[in-house]
């Protein structure tokens, strides 16, 4: 998956718990995403950086923060986990950020909030 | 507001057929169009991406169609084989909510091909 590692791969949580997913790129790509994947919704963009402590809002992104201190790392937090929130996340990569540029996508990290 | 429509059900089609799958869009005016194939329990694999400018591009056994009219495209397998076998997404160029242009993804049609 061109050099994009998502941990953990599958995780189980409480209500009420801080969740953090990590994305790992080895591609020196500017661009990272985070997206979630639910069955009838397609891809929605939760989060997005577009370098070194530069981040912005997606179309979902109320109850996720981002951060960002390398380039290569790109972490997805969900402060107060809610059931809503039980979904699969991938990590994707750009080099330009450009709508006309393919992405790259990790694996995949399987959430359950119960 | 910007929607994506793809068929939800499942496309079954007989080994050595053309698949064609069907991508509309309303509410968008997208310069770009991109193909993903996504396979159970990983993530999604780039394809193709057509211009708006463009009618038809191929790759392979692969072919996109884009008008802009319709607000359409179709995604083309020739030749099918069982490993073709995978959910395909369209996804077309449109504007997030922070107003950056940004691609957006259909929830994909699952195609199986018997062998």
Redo the contacts between chains.
């Keep these: 998956?061109a050099g994009?590692t998502q941990s953990p791969r599958h995780k189980v949580t409480e209500t009420g718990t801080p969740v953090t997913l990590r994305c790992h790129q080895t591609e020196n790509h500017r661009y990272m995403y985070w997206?979630r994947q639910d069955?009838?919704?397609?891809?929605?963009?939760i989060h997005?950086s577009y370098g070194v402590k530069d981040t912005?809002?997606?179309?979902v992104s109320d109850g996720y923060s981002v951060s960002r201190s390398k380039t290569e790392d790109f972490l997805l937090t969900l402060e107060s986990a809610t059931s809503s929130q039980t979904s699969v996340y991938?990590c994707?990569i750009s080099d330009q950020g450009a709508?006309?540029e393919?992405?790259?996508?990790?694996?995949?990290t399987q959430l359950s909030v119960l | 507001s910007q929607k994506?429509e793809q068929n939800?059900e499942a496309l079954n089609i007989q080994e050595g057929k053309t698949a064609t799958l069907t991508c509309n869009y309303t509410n968008y005016s997208?310069?770009?169009l991109?193909w993903y194939r996504q396979d159970p329990?990983?993530?999604?694999?780039?394809l193709l991406?057509i211009?708006e400018n463009e009618k038809e591009k191929r790759k392979e056994r692969l072919k996109v169609t884009f008008d802009t009219t319709l607000k359409q495209s179709l995604f083309h397998i020739t030749a099918s084989q069982p490993a073709d076998s995978a959910t395909y997404?369209c996804a077309p160029?449109g504007v997030?909510?922070?107003g950056?242009?940004?691609?957006?993804?259909?929830?994909?049609t699952r195609l199986q091909v018997q062998p």
């Design positions: 998956d994009i997206y069955p009838g919704h397609g891809l929605r963009l997005y912005d809002k997606g179309e991938f994707a709508a006309n393919k992405l790259f996508f990790g694996s995949g | 994506i939800s997208p310069a770009y991109q329990g990983r993530g999604p694999v780039f991406l211009r997404l160029e997030v909510d922070t950056r242009r940004a691609l957006t993804f259909g929830s994909g």
